[in-house]
């Protein structure tokens, strides 16, 4: 029996929002939440035991308050400073039923980085769909940044240890750290994203041709003036966002004719576990570090908690990104 489906997409789940009449906007506004609630697949022992800080107001621009979660470990000890994952969410309409951060992909990933030993950043941003307005989201996301590192010492979170997370339509927003990288960013993550816009005739519609080369990350890569963090990659071999996979192929091609620090996960689809016949066709690598549970084996989901509920994301790529950033957050300067 499968335990996962496919992932529907945002825009498709946007055209019933837009389309539907007054009941049936309601009645869609209620799919999309519930849609959005399911959790990932990967279970960590503790994600039931984290401390949440909640709708933190980061940023107020006119009557705009953009708000972040803050998870971290239940046990981090007085004075420790730990780790810090930002995670982007990918591009949404300003008037979407459930903002991302209080999307259950994102909480689930805040309480599975926080149980992992770490601290997650789950914040809303205002990169939108269908106008990218990826300007105002790259602004958002750097002061998302400035504000906890401004603030880290009462987060209990290292300045000097962050990784960002981006999903889909929020893979532009690693253009400016690839191409100016920061010593305190240890590592980069593209989870299905767009990673050269020059393809993509959606953000061709809504941005000048300086604006797609400023946001393309594989532009960026040719443009970078540091040494890279480690980057990961996911990809899904059919993923079905239009434009998105030529240009994430370009990076990949990119990053290796440069010899970047890259790891890459390539499945054949996006939300599958890998008990499916259509599961995953490449695996980490062996060497990557992967959490432990009390019974020495590495950390993944029983048969019960994959059959739970839809799961987002397959566990194995989960493993993969957690290793990689608790690898990163460990070294002085990979």
Same mark, same amino acid.
């Given at each position: 029996m499968k335990t996962s489906r496919r992932a529907s997409t945002l825009s498709a789940l946007i055209l019933v929002l837009a389309n539907g009449r007054a009941a049936g906007q309601a009645k869609s506004s209620n799919d999309m939440a519930e849609r959005v609630s399911k959790p990932v697949v %990967?279970?960590?022992?503790?994600?039931?035991?984290?401390? #949440?800080?909640? !709708? @933190? #107001? %980061?940023?107020? !621009? $006119?009557?705009? =308050? +953009?708000?972040?979660?803050?998870?971290?470990?239940?046990?981090?000890?007085?004075?420790?400073?730990?780790? *810090?994952?930002f995670f982007i969410h990918g591009g949404v309409p300003r008037d979407v039923p459930v903002?991302?951060?209080?999307?259950?992909? %994102?909480?689930?990933?805040g309480r599975l980085i926080a149980a992992s030993g770490m601290a997650a950043v789950t914040f809303n941003h205002r990169v939108g769909f269908p106008d990218p307005n990826l300007t105002q989201g790259a602004a958002d996301l750097a002061d998302a940044i400035a504000f906890v590192r401004g603030?880290?010492?009462?987060?209990?979170? !290292?300045?000097?240890? &962050?990784?960002?997370?981006?999903?889909?339509?929020? $893979?532009?927003? @690693? /253009?400016?750290?690839?191409?100016?990288?920061?010593?305190?960013?240890r590592c980069l993550v593209a989870f299905y994203a767009f990673l050269d816009l020059r393809p993509s005739a959606l953000h061709r519609k809504f941005l000048s041709e300086e604006q797609i080369r400023k946001f393309?990350?594989?532009? *960026?890569?040719?443009?970078?003036?540091g040494k890279l963090p480690?980057?990961?990659? /996911?990809?899904?071999?059919?993923?079905? &966002?239009?434009?998105?996979?030529?240009?994430?192929?370009?990076?990949?091609?990119?990053? @290796? *004719?440069?010899?970047?620090? @890259? #790891?890459?996960?390539?499945?054949?689809?996006? $939300? #599958?576990? =890998?008990?499916?016949?259509d599961g995953p066709v490449a695996r980490p690598s062996p060497a990557l570090p992967l959490r432990k549970r009390d019974n020495g084996k590495a950390g993944s989901p029983s048969s019960s908690q994959r059959s739970a509920g839809h799961p987002i994301e397959g566990h194995d790529i989960q493993q993969a990104f957690v290793a990689l950033?608790? +690898?990163s957050a460990s070294s002085a300067r990979l």
């Amino acid at each position: 029996m499968k335990t996962s489906r496919r992932a529907s997409t945002l825009s498709a789940l946007i055209l019933v929002l837009a389309n539907g009449r007054a009941a049936g906007q309601a009645k869609s506004s209620n799919d999309m939440a519930e849609r959005v609630s399911k959790p990932v697949v %990967y279970q960590v022992e503790g994600m039931d035991r984290v401390r #949440v800080r909640k !709708d @933190l #107001v %980061y940023k107020k !621009d $006119g009557s705009a =308050e +953009l708000k972040m979660d803050i998870s971290t470990p239940e046990k981090q000890k007085p004075g420790e400073s730990l780790p *810090a994952v930002f995670f982007i969410h990918g591009g949404v309409p300003r008037d979407v039923p459930v903002q991302p951060k209080d999307w259950g992909i %994102y909480r689930s990933w805040g309480r599975l980085i926080a149980a992992s030993g770490m601290a997650a950043v789950t914040f809303n941003h205002r990169v939108g769909f269908p106008d990218p307005n990826l300007t105002q989201g790259a602004a958002d996301l750097a002061d998302a940044i400035a504000f906890v590192r401004g603030r880290a010492a009462d987060f209990g979170i !290292d300045p000097e240890r &962050i990784a960002l997370a981006a999903y889909s339509a929020g $893979g532009p927003l @690693l /253009a400016a750290p690839i191409r100016e990288p920061k010593p305190y960013l240890r590592c980069l993550v593209a989870f299905y994203a767009f990673l050269d816009l020059r393809p993509s005739a959606l953000h061709r519609k809504f941005l000048s041709e300086e604006q797609i080369r400023k946001f393309s990350p594989v532009v *960026a890569l040719s443009e970078s003036t540091g040494k890279l963090p480690p980057v990961f990659v /996911a990809r899904a071999g059919k993923d079905q &966002i239009p434009d998105l996979l030529p240009g994430l192929d370009r990076f990949v091609t990119e990053a @290796l *004719a440069r010899n970047a620090p @890259l #790891v890459l996960y390539n499945q054949r689809s996006r $939300g #599958v576990s =890998e008990e499916e016949p259509d599961g995953p066709v490449a695996r980490p690598s062996p060497a990557l570090p992967l959490r432990k549970r009390d019974n020495g084996k590495a950390g993944s989901p029983s048969s019960s908690q994959r059959s739970a509920g839809h799961p987002i994301e397959g566990h194995d790529i989960q493993q993969a990104f957690v290793a990689l950033i608790r +690898l990163s957050a460990s070294s002085a300067r990979l």
